[in-house]
């Protein structure tokens, strides 16, 4: 079994940052591709940042200068880090993980829980 348990979501005024992580964890032999999506009530999902595992990036114009993507290998962890937050900017963050298990070298993608931001005074 594979899971992405996030973490660090919650609630801060405008201007504020919030840093959430994503570990994976399970039979994993390798990981592609990490990345974030945000979906706020009667919108569709969109990308936020994904990161390869290369260590190229690319962000939503939305959230240029602002969040930074990273991750940790050996903890199979993925980050976002968020400043300079926006009420636009809420929303249910959720992590992906492109992933190769161990059992049969299977690849396939794995969504985290989703965890709230709100941005609010």
């Known amino acids: 079994q594979v899971q992405l348990v996030e973490s660090g979501g919650g609630l801060v005024q405008p201007g504020g940052s919030l840093r959430l992580s994503c570990a994976a964890s399970?039979?994993?032999?390798?990981?592609?591709?990490m990345g974030w999506y945000r979906q706020d009530p009667g919108k569709q999902r969109e990308l936020v940042a994904v990161i390869p595992s290369g260590g190229s990036t690319d962000y939503a114009d939305a959230v240029k200068g602002r969040f930074t993507i990273s991750r940790d290998n050996a903890k199979n962890t993925v980050y976002l880090q968020m400043n300079s937050l926006k009420p636009e900017d809420t929303a249910v963050y959720y992590c992906y993980a492109d992933i190769v298990r161990y059992r049969f070298y299977l690849r396939q993608d794995y969504w985290g829980q989703g965890t709230q931001v709100t941005v609010s005074s």
């Open positions: 399970g039979s994993i032999f390798s990981i592609n591709s």
